[in-house]
């Protein structure tokens, strides 16, 4: 974890404005917030070198590029050892129709993100995972409609306070 001593408000806003638009040129991330183009930079390779900023990804239109049925799927495991949860972890980051995995608090164990062709191969890769050895006593799915709040990044002004 980085240390939250370093971060100050204009690091805020550089994370502010990359986590929207992470193809802003140093220039205009410079011009923004009011800062010579060197001195954004470096500010930037800290926050990289701290792991404050991770990775830049591009989002892409599924809807617009292919047919798909997108799931949120509940998970129980049977046992709950240490061993059964990483087996569990290890497995998902192979399943290429799970685009996330969390680990979770409450009647579940796991929630998955599932984005396959169509519900018929979502029930097939479903099968394969109750089927397999990896412990799991019951899933529950929920097809997602429609996506009604894109993710616009996260409220860094609200969770830090400086």
Same mark, same amino acid.
Request: hydrophobic share 45%.
């Given at each position: 974890?980085?240390? $939250?001593?370093? $971060? @100050?408000?204009?690091?805020?806003? +550089?994370? %502010?404005?990359?986590?929207?638009?992470?193809? +802003?040129?140093?220039?205009? =991330?410079?011009?923004?917030?009011?800062?010579? &183009?060197?001195?954004? =930079?470096?500010?930037?390779?800290?926050?990289?070198?701290?792991?404050?900023?991770?990775?830049?990804?591009?989002?892409?239109? =599924?809807?617009?590029?292919?047919?798909?049925?997108?799931?949120?799927?509940?998970?129980?495991?049977?046992?709950?050892?240490?061993?059964? *949860?990483?087996?569990?972890?290890?497995?998902?980051?192979?399943?290429?129709?799970?685009?996330?995995?969390?680990?979770? %608090?409450? &009647?579940?164990?796991?929630?998955?993100?599932?984005?396959?062709?169509?519900?018929?191969?979502? @029930?097939?890769?479903?099968?394969?995972? +109750?089927? %397999?050895?990896?412990? +799991?006593?019951?899933? @529950?799915?929920? $097809?997602?409609?429609?996506?009604?709040?894109? *993710?616009?990044?996260?409220? =860094?002004?609200?969770?830090?306070?400086?």
């Amino acid at each position: 974890m980085a240390d $939250i001593s370093k $971060i @100050n408000k204009i690091d805020l806003k +550089i994370l %502010s404005i990359l986590q929207t638009n992470a193809r +802003i040129t140093n220039q205009q =991330l410079a011009e923004q917030v009011h800062l010579s &183009a060197s001195a954004c =930079l470096s500010r930037v390779k800290r926050l990289e070198a701290d792991g404050v900023l991770k990775r830049y990804i591009t989002e892409i239109d =599924l809807e617009r590029l292919a047919p798909h049925v997108e799931a949120f799927t509940e998970v129980t495991l049977e046992t709950h050892a240490l061993i059964d *949860f990483k087996r569990f972890d290890t497995a998902m980051a192979n399943v290429a129709e799970v685009t996330d995995s969390y680990k979770i %608090s409450g &009647a579940y164990d796991y929630l998955l993100k599932f984005v396959c062709t169509d519900v018929k191969s979502y @029930n097939s890769v479903s099968e394969r995972l +109750i089927t %397999s050895d990896l412990g +799991i006593a019951k899933m @529950n799915t929920l $097809i997602i409609l429609e996506r009604t709040k894109e *993710f616009s990044g996260f409220p =860094l002004d609200l969770l830090i306070d400086l």
